[in-house]
């Protein structure tokens, strides 16, 4: 029986402006499968637009059943958006986080986290009239946050920031709205998640 995945996040991860197979958790999939592991296709509970707690609303809404072999979770930069807290943040990605562990079986090291990124390269917010330094910095604290508390719970955090703040204004990187990443950016979060995934899946699976 394959494994089963768990994605749980906002645009991002349900890939707002890409094709189905262009989404960084489809790629990850594609990828494990590529490699020997017997692994299906995500189930995805992603909305453009959630923040923290409609991520968790969203979740009881879904009722995902059963255990999960590895669940991804990325969720926050629409509670940045709205100017939300970052003590806010912390204490519900947290719980998010607590949740994500649970379907996982309690096996932390099936979780993993991806980092926020930097929305502020892009030329939609070129053009939204906001302060871009700001964004960077409230990003960046909600990264560290987010980093800390996947310490506290053994929890993997894959720092997928560098790269999109380096090429997440590019043309190519770049969904045809602006803002959103392009399939090719998504490739290049997946990678980086791919050989934390590979390893904590084959850990168990393999004899």
């Not at 592991?37 to 809404?61: K, Y």
């Not at 939300?84 to 309690?106: K, M, P």
């Not at 720092?159 to 090429?167: F, G, H, L, Y």
């Not at 990443?181 to 979060?189: C, D, E, Q």
């Amino acid at each position: 029986m394959a494994l089963r995945y768990l994605a749980l996040g906002d645009s991002y991860t349900i890939g707002e402006g890409v094709a189905v197979e262009g989404r960084w958790p489809m790629q990850l999939a594609a990828a494990l499968r590529a490699n020997g592991v017997d692994i299906a296709d995500p189930q995805i509970i992603a909305t453009t637009g959630w923040t923290t707690d409609e991520l968790d609303a969203g979740i009881d809404a879904a009722a995902p059943q059963g255990l999960f072999d590895l669940v991804t979770l990325l969720i926050g930069v629409n509670n940045q958006y709205r100017g939300r807290s970052v003590d806010e943040y912390r204490s519900e990605f947290t719980a998010l986080l607590e949740r994500a562990i649970g379907f996982a079986g309690q096996r932390a090291k099936r979780v993993l986290v991806l980092a926020i990124p930097d929305w502020g390269v892009t030329p939609f917010a070129a053009g939204s009239g906001r302060d871009v330094a700001q964004i960077a910095r409230e990003l960046d604290s909600y990264n560290a946050a987010a980093a800390a508390v996947c310490a506290e719970h053994d929890v993997a955090f894959i720092d997928t920031a560098p790269v999109s703040r380096a090429r997440g204004g590019e043309a190519a990187m770049l969904a045809d709205d602006g803002l959103h990443p392009s399939a090719a950016l998504y490739t290049h979060w997946f990678q980086q998640a791919y050989p934390v995934a590979y390893r904590h899946l084959n850990d168990e699976v393999l004899p």
